[in-house]
């Protein structure tokens, strides 16, 4: 579905824009909900959502964090807002935000990156992820009738657009921090550490291009179906920090091994893939090393970079994680899955649900195919836009 189809019934009313990708996307929205006979008003942060805000009535926000409350509140009922639109609900101001909106009434909607990658965006009501209102019971999925047949979407690479709209954010935000000098963002916010990242990462992908060539063809071949595959999520994942016991992927990493040995089958192994986008910031190789001898393990486990997530994934005997959009993935090869977080796709049928680790090594819940097809069409008709967030021309790929 496109952006414009999953927007309506707006002509009239007042719509804030918060932030928003890095990035056009928001002004997109704007233009679309203006066309649509709504009036729009922006609030931003810093220097860079102000850059990148072409809203004619834009508002910016300077007071103290602490103030932030009381200023919204104020500004939803000064402005009769009636709709609020932003990206990511866990970051300081939004959760603020959207519980005033809901005592007032205000719609919210949440844009997150897509549950079904490559190729889509996600939008909900209220929330996104475990703040999810869709239903977690598989009998309202077992009952669900899709609205749309199933498809895929083509997808090209969005990296270098979006490394060039942060660069660009980051940038103006630190340079004229000054205007803005009580925000507080919910990332590390220096550029000069973005661009160190940044080089970094591309020396490390070059360099595991080579390193990791032959992988593939060991997934397909020799390990097929004789190793677990563990999906690291970013360093810094709100998925991980507000809807998980785990504080960091070390401490995740070890309960991983801890487990794999002392339950796992002796003639498995462990594969940990880090997230593409830590690639600059995070190498957890030593440290998995280090917990591989120190728990007796050496030689049974893995850490890789950039092989092929597909192969990795269709070729394992089954995948953990804490609640990765990676378990979609696993799910549609019919992979078996643990959740370690609160996700919103941990149901019975599809996840094996209310099973501890250290008996998931040797027992695993089959993935009910039919089931999964019935979820995947609930989320493209109802939480899936087709596109990404920062191509020029739109969200739609044409």
Not at 35 to 43: C, E, M, N, S, Y
Not at 152 to 157: F, H, Y
Not at 176 to 182: G, I, R, V
Not at 348 to 365: A, E, R
């Amino acid at each position: 579905m496109r952006l414009e189809d999953r927007i309506t019934d707006i002509k009239g009313k007042n719509i804030l824009l918060l932030q928003g990708p890095m990035g056009d996307f928001f002004n997109k929205l704007d233009n679309i909900c203006t066309q649509k006979g709504a009036f729009v008003t922006r609030i931003g942060f810093n220097a860079g959502d102000a850059y990148f805000s072409k809203t004619k009535s834009y508002f910016a926000y300077k007071g103290r964090p602490k103030q932030w409350a009381k200023f919204i509140n104020k500004f939803y009922q000064d402005n009769n807002i009636d709709i609020v639109f932003l990206f990511g609900d866990c970051r300081f101001y939004h959760k603020i935000a959207i519980k005033i909106a809901k005592g007032l009434g205000i719609d919210v909607y949440v844009f997150e990156e897509g549950y079904l990658r490559p190729g889509f965006i996600t939008m909900e009501y209220y929330g996104v992820n475990n703040h999810s209102r869709m239903p977690r019971d598989r009998e309202f999925y077992d009952n669900y009738s899709p609205k749309t047949k199933p498809f895929t979407v083509k997808s090209t690479s969005t990296y270098g657009l979006m490394a060039w709209w942060a660069t660009q954010y980051y940038l103006v935000s630190n340079i004229f921090y000054f205007l803005y000098p009580h925000y507080i963002h919910h990332r590390d916010f220096s550029p000069i550490k973005e661009g160190f990242y940044g080089i970094r990462n591309l020396i490390r992908k070059i360099k595991y291009k080579f390193t990791e060539r032959d992988l593939n063809g060991r997934f397909e071949g020799e390990l097929s179906e004789k190793y677990y595959f563990v999906a690291l999520q970013t360093h810094d994942d709100f998925q991980v920090r507000t809807h998980s016991r785990f504080r960091t992927m070390e401490s995740f990493i070890e309960y991983i091994i801890s487990s794999f040995s002392r339950y796992a089958p002796k003639d498995t192994i462990l594969i940990f893939k880090h997230h593409p986008m830590d690639r600059g910031k995070k190498n957890y190789s030593s440290y998995i090393r280090y917990l591989a001898k120190i728990y007796r393990v050496d030689g049974r486990i893995m850490a890789v970079f950039d092989a092929h997530l597909p192969t990795i994934i269709k070729n394992s005997k089954a995948v953990i994680l804490i609640n990765s959009t990676v378990g979609l993935n696993a799910l549609s090869y019919s992979k078996p899955v643990i959740c370690l977080g609160k996700s919103m796709y941990d149901i019975k049928g599809l996840t094996t649900k209310d099973l501890n680790l250290d008996k998931f090594w040797s027992i695993q819940s089959p993935v009910d195919k039919e089931l999964y097809a019935k979820f995947r069409a609930y989320l493209i008709d109802n939480t899936q836009i087709t596109g990404s967030y920062y191509l020029k021309d739109g969200v739609e790929f044409k």
